[in-house]
């Protein structure tokens, strides 16, 4: 395991996060940016993707964002935190009828509603035309109008916000690493980042579509998509994972979430320890935040009597 040398205060300027080097044997540095702490309540890439939907929303007069997602979604918890800080109104259209009853006891959820979110339960299958200019005019009619971001928050202006988080000091990195979800993220910083500098996506869901998502957006085709640490699938976990990011924490002190950025730098120790990355190497980690969804996890891991992630 590597340990925490050094605090540079990186970009300290344009957005007051942190970059902690971590320095091992193999004479590599691996640096983390820390996009968990440019907004105190809007995390991480999500606030990186909403930032220029928020500025539009706002030039078309709109009063009410609204939006879709799952139960422990933490683009619903920023949109919900980005609709009580910039002045919106939101409506939050949720995957799954039952959890109309169990707001409460859903951190994500009573989040949300603490912001002021509106919440429409629906089931599984209406879920599924959520991209449906059909089923988007009768929410219009049943809730008037509004600016509407798709699940995951991925658009044409979230990837330009995701641009905003390499910045010029960045160049010096050879290697960029960032957790997939959707693709969004990555596809920005694959689009901002430089032609010597190969960036690496670590995919938190199964399946082999994600590359084909990243291609529709991104400009160059220095990225790789690494398929090997989702852990099953996306949200499931096990007792290594947990373990991971507990260990990782007293070590850095840092927190990872274990849906996305924990995932992320399990994977980057094993390809270290695999010897991937060669000797020399200069590694950027882009923590995205997510860190809300600790407590949700959590709350299913004790259901099980699990090891919790500590916080
Ligand atoms: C949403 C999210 C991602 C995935 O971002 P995409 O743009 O959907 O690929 C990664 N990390 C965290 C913490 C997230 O919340």
């Not at 340990?3 to 320095?23: G, H, M, P, R, Y």
């Not at 929303?57 to 879709?68: G, I, N, P, Y």
């Not at 390809?271 to 923590?287: A, D, E, R, T």
Request: charged share 20%.
């Amino acid at each position: 395991m590597n340990t925490l040398i050094a605090n540079l205060n990186f970009n300290a300027k344009e957005i007051k996060n942190q970059s902690f080097v971590l320095e091992n044997s193999n004479s590599f540095k691996l640096f983390i940016k820390r996009e968990d702490e440019i907004h105190p309540v809007i995390s991480g890439n999500k606030y990186r993707k909403l930032k220029f939907n928020i500025k539009t929303a706002r030039k078309e007069d709109k009063t009410t964002l609204l939006t879709f997602g799952g139960a422990f979604s933490n683009h619903i918890a920023a949109v919900a935190a980005a609709g009580s800080t910039y002045g919106f109104k939101t409506i939050g259209i949720i995957r799954g009828e039952e959890l109309a009853n169990e707001i409460n006891k859903n951190a994500t959820l009573k989040y949300a509603k603490a912001c002021g979110m509106h919440f429409k339960f629906i089931s599984r299958t209406a879920y599924r035309n959520k991209k449906n200019t059909n089923f988007i005019a009768a929410l219009k009619n049943e809730f008037g109008d509004f600016y509407c971001i798709p699940e995951g928050g991925t658009n044409n202006l979230a990837i330009e916000g995701c641009k905003e988080i390499l910045t010029e000091a960045d160049s010096s990195f050879n290697y960029i690493c960032v957790p997939v979800g959707t693709g969004g993220t990555i596809a920005g910083i694959i689009n901002s980042s430089q032609p010597h500098q190969k960036v690496l996506g670590f995919s938190a869901l199964k399946g082999d579509f994600l590359k084909e998502d990243i291609c529709k957006f991104a400009k160059q085709d220095n990225w790789e998509l690494i398929t090997d640490y989702h852990f099953g699938g996306y949200a499931k976990i096990n007792n290594e994972l947990i373990t991971f990011i507990n260990t990782f924490k007293a070590d850095n002190n840092i927190q990872l979430d274990p849906i996305y950025t924990g995932k992320m730098l399990y994977g980057i120790q094993d390809m270290i320890n695999k010897n991937y990355f060669p000797k020399g190497s200069k590694i950027l980690v882009i923590h995205t935040g997510g860190l809300q969804g600790i407590a949700g996890m959590n709350a299913k891991l004790k259901q099980k009597n699990l090891p919790l992630i500590t916080i």
